[in-house]
């Protein structure tokens, strides 16, 4: 009996694996594909060999990013949303569109600032590389910032539904009032991307924007259950 117990329990978490792999790989396709002009772009670019071709690249993928990479990453910051909340993504496609129609404003007005303070950052970044290491030194510091606060800019677009500037700005106290989630979601992205890019490439087109939107929302949802929780502690006393 208990060797049957064990087999069940054992198919039922390989079951639960290969869901979640299928699941995860195929909203991050969705994800690459929603992005293929500028993933195309940026890979003739790279291989073209030509030094001022990067320089244009940074030009014209600003000008893509807003439009595409955007809302294509909220809606799956979203459907991972509801991975989280609801323990499942289904249907996959339907639910990805969805979202993907539903926050493309926001997520779009969003992409426009926040790919100009990007854009900025790095324009400053190479600037100043061969000139002054320590306002080098700090524009490191504003680009970890920077990051942590578009991943939870996509977190909260997913799961409020505020105007934009209510959205900058929750995303803004998220980045700063929990240092704790902001330093797990720098670590934890760095270690995907690192091994994403140096180690098991695979996980490029499989899952590592899923890994890293689950790893900020996880967080992002953590800290908003705690959040509540006060609020209700607050109110009761």
């Known amino acids: 009996m208990n060797n049957l117990e064990n087999s069940t329990s054992l198919m039922g978490s ?3 694996l290969c869901d979640w792999v299928m699941r995860f790989s195929i909203i991050n396709l969705l994800w690459v594909i929603f992005n293929l002009p500028i993933i195309i772009f940026a890979t003739l670019i790279f291989f073209s060999g030509q030094q001022e ?4 690249f940074v ?32 249907p996959l496609f339907k639910s990805y569109w969805k979202y ?5 404003k926001k997520s779009m007005f969003g992409g426009f600032i926040i790919t100009a303070a990007w854009t900025v950052l790095i324009a400053d970044y190479y600037y100043f590389i061969d000139k002054n ?10 680009g970890v910032f920077l990051f942590v606060f578009s991943m939870n800019f996509f977190s909260v677009v997913s799961h409020y539904q505020l105007n934009l500037s209510a959205l900058l700005k929750n995303a803004l106290l998220a980045t700063i ?29 499989l899952f590592t924007g899923t890994l890293i939107a689950y790893l900020s929302f996880k967080l992002f949802y953590r800290m908003y259950l705690k959040t ?3 609020q209700r502690i607050h109110r009761s006393k």
């Open 14 to 16: 390989l079951y639960s």
């Open 177 to 205: 009032g929990n240092p704790i989630s902001t330093l797990l979601i720098l670590i934890g992205s760095c270690i995907i991307l690192y091994l994403s890019f140096y180690v098991l490439l695979f996980l490029l087109p």
């Open 133 to 142: 290491s320590f306002l080098l030194y700090m524009l490191i510091i504003i």
């Open 59 to 90: 030009f014209i993928a600003a000008l893509m990013m807003p439009f595409l990479f955007f809302p294509a990453t909220t809606a799956m910051f979203a459907a991972i949303r509801q991975w989280v909340i609801q323990g499942t993504i289904s």
């Open 228 to 230: 509540i929780e006060k």
């Open 53 to 56: 071709g990067y320089f244009v």
């Open 100 to 104: 993907y129609k539903e926050n493309y």
